[in-house]
Every structure is written in C-alpha cells, then in structure tokens.
C-alpha cells in the first residue's frame, strides 16, 4: 500500500479497510507471504486510525477550552482490556 494514497483516505475508509484485512487474516485460507503482506499494510492502518483519532481528539478538547470560558475536564481514555 502506497504511503501517499494511504494519508489521503479517510479515517473511516481506512478504518473498512482494516476491518476487511482482519475478516481475511481471520478466514484461515491466506498463504503465508500474503498474510505477512496484509499485516504490514493493516500495520499502517491502525497506525493512520489512531492518529486521526489522536487529532480529532485534540481538536475537540481545544474546542472545549474555547467554549466560553466554560471549564471542562480533560479526556481520559478508557483503560484497555
């Protein structure tokens, strides 16, 4: 997967996308070369995800900072299973 056209898809296309490469990698019926082939490419993709995340996140919590003077608190994410 080419790293231009992977910043250039959007989060939630790139989210599918991760979601298919997990439904394959899930089947059983991937040769080998190719399963380490869509690791790597889901590897850029949850890596792409967790930005664009990480991004909007940042931009609501300036947004709240902004709201009137209105104090609100920070975002803490849930704990991880």
Same mark, same amino acid.
């Given at each position: 997967?080419?790293d231009k056209k992977?910043?250039?898809?959007?989060? =939630?296309? %790139?989210l %599918?996308q991760?979601? @298919? $490469?997990v439904? @394959?990698?899930e089947?059983?019926?991937?040769?080998?070369a190719?399963?380490m082939a !869509?690791?790597?490419?889901?590897?850029?993709l949850?890596?792409?995800c967790?930005? !664009?995340?990480?991004?909007a996140?940042?931009? $609501? =919590?300036l947004l709240?900072?902004?709201?009137?003077g209105?104090?609100?608190a920070?975002? @803490?994410p849930p704990?991880?299973?």
């Amino acid at each position: 997967m080419a790293d231009k056209k992977l910043t250039q898809l959007s989060f =939630e296309d %790139a989210l %599918a996308q991760l979601e @298919t $490469i997990v439904d @394959t990698m899930e089947s059983g019926e991937v040769p080998l070369a190719e399963l380490m082939a !869509r690791f790597e490419d889901g590897t850029k993709l949850l890596k792409l995800c967790e930005s !664009r995340l990480k991004d909007a996140e940042l931009k $609501i =919590e300036l947004l709240k900072k902004q709201a009137n003077g209105v104090a609100f608190a920070p975002f @803490t994410p849930p704990p991880e299973s």
